[in-house]
């Protein structure tokens, strides 16, 4: 079945660093969403790419799609306590209208 | 206001016992889904339903049922065939669309806690 994995799956960084989370999916996507889910909290909607190739950005935030569109990344630029958190890409699964979840990675921010 | 409301937020129950997790929803969403997430885990899809008086199965299904009686409401309940019942269970909702997938919007979650 389809997998979509991610690394890595902890990061501690000093704040300022910066912070790059990677997915791949086994299949091709149609679209790619990343949510963020703080500590105790929900998961949260971040952004959807859909080109291949796409680069998005919000604010220290920089989302792409890769030519492929097996895989994508979430770079943030100057990392931030209010960064802490475990960031989740989702892509369409076979089937119907359902998300596969990435396997996650978990950003700690020391000050 | 908006939204996906979870009930309770923590819940307790002895081995043994079934249990019911309430997720309620007022986007006028199609569908809606239960997760399970363990500590520092992913999510895992439970189920799923796409249209009213329908739903499918998820990855993990074994041991859970739902109903899906009205658009508002998709109710989880965890049986005691399920072996590891303890989790964090998040209901999530979305717009059904034919051309793509949509993106989806989450309850605060249920602690479940079988002692």
């Known amino acids: 079945g389809q997998q979509v994995m991610q690394i890595p799956q902890y990061q501690h960084v000093q704040e300022g660093e910066d912070f790059t989370t990677y997915c791949n999916s086994s299949t091709t996507l149609s679209n790619i969403q990343w949510y963020k889910q703080r500590p105790g909290g929900h998961p949260v909607f971040l952004i959807q790419l859909v080109k291949s190739g796409e680069v998005k950005k919000q604010k220290r935030l920089t989302f792409q799609f890769g030519e492929a569109k097996k895989n994508s990344s979430l770079h943030i630029t100057a990392t931030q306590t209010t960064d802490v958190g475990t960031y989740f890409c989702a892509g369409p699964a076979p089937g119907g209208n359902k998300l596969t979840f990435g396997t996650g990675t978990q950003l700690k921010v020391e000050l | 206001d908006g939204g996906i409301t979870q009930s309770p937020k923590y819940l307790f129950r002895k081995e043994g016992q079934n249990v019911t997790l309430s997720c309620e929803q007022n986007?006028?969403?199609?569908?809606m889904y239960w997760y399970r997430q363990d500590p520092g885990q992913g999510l895992r899809l439970i189920y799923y339903s796409q249209i009213v008086n329908d739903f499918q199965k998820g990855d993990i299904a074994e041991g859970y049922s739902v109903s899906r009686e009205k658009k508002e409401s998709f109710p989880l309940t965890v049986t005691s065939a399920q072996k590891n019942p303890t989790a964090f269970y998040l209901c999530a909702s979305s717009m059904r669309t034919s051309r793509r997938t949509d993106t989806q919007y989450f309850g605060p979650g249920t602690r479940l806690t079988v002692l």
């Open positions: 986007l006028n969403h199609d569908a």
